[in-house]
Each structure stands twice: as structure tokens, then as C-alpha cells.
């Protein structure tokens, strides 16, 4: 939802999202940026909060938007709320972030939508349905674990939804593996992968909402 206007040729920021919802700091950029519900860096040194160890989200409110919005411009990583950046939607969905209500309205109600339709929150009608219930549906989630087991073989999973093994991070698609990296994904060989030691990252909220039919923002790298 905005322009950098920061210095070009600068270090990287520690502000780009990895799958699990650790915030790194690499040169690319992706095409989504979102935020945390408001800023957790120090905007003199533009780096994260240091504690006992860095801070990584301000609110419950976790929102994937748009690089470009409205001509609006700002200093990343500045006075305002802290501009985190994500490879695609896939990414930012298994790191926890539902689409933004002002940049992306119709992807919002089309994950609502699909949440409703999985059943979550199922004794609420869809027009009762609380953005601050899903929030705090899913930072229980986020916070309970940054892995989960998984409900299914992979190969049962939804597109969009994301696993981990051995350190690395895989996208289903087509029933085809594409392992992440922080400048696209590649394809990958599922028998040479350690399967007994795969987790799920995607929030399992998440996981059912692309099982409905909600449908992820892909980096071009992946083919359908």
C-alpha cells in the first residue's frame, strides 16, 4: 500500500516475512506488502525493537496489501506502522496475515467468505462474522505454534496451503511440491523430501479457508 521512498541502495531492512512469520532481512521485495497492527521498529535506526529478542508484531491484526495503493507514499520502515513485505499471498497466508479490508476489499470478503463457508465461527451468520473474531482466531494459532501436524497427507492439502521439512519450506499446488525461496519457487522431487518429518505452517483456519475455495495471490514463478 505504498512507495519506498528510502534510500535505494541501502542494506536491507529486516522486514521481509518468511513463511513461518520470522521477519528477515534479504533484498527482495515480493509482491505484497501488510503489516502487524502498528509499528514495532525504532524508526531512528529503522530496525527491530530489541528485547530479549526482537519484537515482531504490535497487534493481533495481521494484513497482506498491496505495494501500490491510492498513490500513497511513505519511508519505509519511518514514524509510521512497521511495512513488512512477502514474497505472494502464499507466503503471507502461512505466516498468518488474511488480506487488508481497505487495499484488497474483495480478497478480504472472498476469505471471509470462505471461512464462513468452512465453518469456522459456524454459529455466526456470515454478516455477523467479526474481522476481530478472525484476528484473534488466527494470533491464537499463529502464537500456539508456528508448525502444526499435519491433518492430511500433502497431497490432500489445498493449493496455497504450506509445509516444512527440515528446514525448508514447500507450497502445494497441483499436487506438485514447489519448494520456496526468497526469489520464487522451484518445483521439487516430493519422494526426496523427508515426509515423515513434514509439518504444516499455513494456519489450519487458513488451511480450511483455501479448502473452500479462497484463492491465493501466486508469484509468477510458480506454474500452474
Request: proline share 6%; hydrophobic share 40%.
Given at each position: 500500500?505504498?512507495?519506498?521512498?528510502?534510500?535505494r541502495?541501502?542494506?536491507?531492512?529486516?522486514?521481509?516475512?518468511?513463511?513461518?512469520?520470522?521477519?528477515?532481512?534479504?533484498?527482495?521485495?515480493?509482491?505484497?506488502m501488510?503489516n502487524?497492527?502498528?509499528?514495532?521498529?525504532?524508526?531512528?535506526?529503522?530496525?527491530?525493537?530489541?528485547?530479549?529478542?526482537?519484537?515482531?508484531?504490535s497487534?493481533?491484526r495481521?494484513i497482506?496489501?498491496?505495494?501500490?495503493?491510492?498513490?500513497?507514499?511513505?519511508?519505509?520502515?519511518g514514524?509510521?506502522?512497521?511495512?513488512?513485505?512477502?514474497?505472494?499471498?502464499?507466503?503471507a497466508?502461512?505466516a498468518?496475515?488474511?488480506?487488508?479490508?481497505?487495499?484488497?476489499?474483495?480478497?478480504?470478503?472472498?476469505?471471509l467468505?470462505a471461512l464462513?463457508?468452512?465453518?469456522?465461527?459456524?454459529?455466526?451468520?456470515?454478516?455477523?462474522?467479526?474481522?476481530?473474531?478472525v484476528?484473534?482466531?488466527?494470533h491464537?494459532?499463529?502464537?500456539?505454534?508456528?508448525?502444526?501436524?499435519?491433518?492430511?497427507?500433502?497431497?490432500?492439502?489445498?493449493d496455497?496451503a504450506m509445509?516444512q521439512?527440515?528446514?525448508?519450506?514447500?507450497a502445494v499446488?497441483?499436487?506438485?511440491?514447489?519448494?520456496?525461496?526468497?526469489?520464487?519457487?522451484?518445483?521439487?522431487?516430493?519422494?526426496?523430501?523427508?515426509?515423515s518429518?513434514?509439518?504444516?505452517?499455513?494456519p489450519?483456519?487458513?488451511?480450511?479457508?483455501?479448502?473452500?475455495?479462497?484463492?491465493?495471490?501466486?508469484?509468477?514463478?510458480c506454474?500452474?
Amino acid at each position: 500500500m505504498c512507495t519506498d521512498l528510502s534510500m535505494r541502495n541501502e542494506a536491507p531492512l529486516q522486514n521481509r516475512v518468511l513463511p513461518t512469520g520470522e521477519i528477515v532481512a534479504i533484498k527482495e521485495r515480493g509482491l505484497l506488502m501488510g503489516n502487524r497492527g502498528g509499528r514495532f521498529h525504532d524508526p531512528m535506526t529503522r530496525t527491530l525493537r530489541q528485547t530479549r529478542r526482537p519484537t515482531q508484531w504490535s497487534t493481533k491484526r495481521w494484513i497482506s496489501c498491496l505495494t501500490a495503493f491510492k498513490d500513497r507514499k511513505r519511508i519505509v520502515m519511518g514514524h509510521s506502522y512497521t511495512e513488512l513485505f512477502f514474497l505472494d499471498e502464499v507466503t503471507a497466508l502461512a505466516a498468518g496475515h488474511r488480506p487488508c479490508f481497505e487495499c484488497r476489499r474483495e480478497a478480504a470478503v472472498l476469505f471471509l467468505d470462505a471461512l464462513h463457508k468452512a465453518g469456522v465461527h459456524q454459529n455466526t451468520a456470515r454478516q455477523a462474522l467479526r474481522v476481530d473474531d478472525v484476528d484473534a482466531l488466527l494470533h491464537g494459532e499463529r502464537t500456539q505454534s508456528q508448525q502444526h501436524p499435519l491433518p492430511c497427507p500433502w497431497q490432500n492439502l489445498p493449493d496455497g496451503a504450506m509445509v516444512q521439512s527440515a528446514k525448508r519450506f514447500y507450497a502445494v499446488r497441483n499436487c506438485v511440491l514447489y519448494e520456496w525461496r526468497p526469489a520464487g519457487y522451484q518445483a521439487t522431487d516430493a519422494a526426496l523430501i523427508n515426509q515423515s518429518a513434514m509439518s504444516l505452517l499455513t494456519p489450519p483456519s487458513i488451511v480450511k479457508a483455501l479448502d473452500a475455495g479462497y484463492a491465493p495471490v501466486w508469484h509468477n514463478s510458480c506454474a500452474t
